[in-house]
């Protein structure tokens, strides 16, 4: 039996094995197992070491299917060194290429999206109106708040919209 499709876009996935990455596999694969037919766009992995796996290296979308999950990575630019400039871009390099990839992928009835980026809720709240379907945008991480507690923003205008 199968249910309603359900597209999740999140930056971290399995095989990574911390942070919000277990929780985005574990979410997909609870409700995969339910009956669901689900999709998830992600970055092919990098974190905690900012480096891809060479399995992983050279692609700029690649498939996979792990426990009923369909999992679409695509591409993300990952700076040697991280830095406020170096992470914008490698932020902004998966904004653009997982909106590129939902683009190639059966309109969902439900988005499930999954912060950081906070950028990505612009791709929520974009393809929820051209699909016409509703969007969850989960923001289990405040980064506005770690990143002026690690003195990456100085400027209060960044942080407007931070809850603390």
Request: with cysteine.
């Amino acid at each position: 039996m199968s249910c309603n499709p359900i597209l999740f876009i999140g930056i971290n996935y399995w095989p990574e094995k911390t942070g919000i990455a277990v929780f985005n596999t574990g979410r997909c694969e609870f409700l995969a197992a339910k009956g669901y037919e689900l999709t998830m766009i992600t970055a092919f992995p990098y974190y905690p070491f900012w480096e891809v796996p060479v399995e992983y290296r050279g692609y700029i979308f690649k498939s996979e299917r792990r426990n009923g999950v369909n999992i679409l990575r695509s591409f993300i630019y990952v700076p040697k060194k991280v830095s406020t400039i170096t992470r914008i871009l490698h932020e902004a390099s998966f904004l653009l290429s997982s909106l590129l990839r939902a683009f190639l992928v059966k309109k969902p009835d439900l988005l499930f999206i999954v912060s950081p980026p906070l950028g990505l809720g612009l791709s929520a709240f974009f393809l929820s109106k051209l699909w016409n379907v509703p969007y969850i945008f989960h923001v289990p991480d405040l980064q506005p708040d770690a990143a002026r507690d690690l003195g990456m923003i100085k400027s209060n205008f960044f942080l407007i919209f931070s809850i603390s």
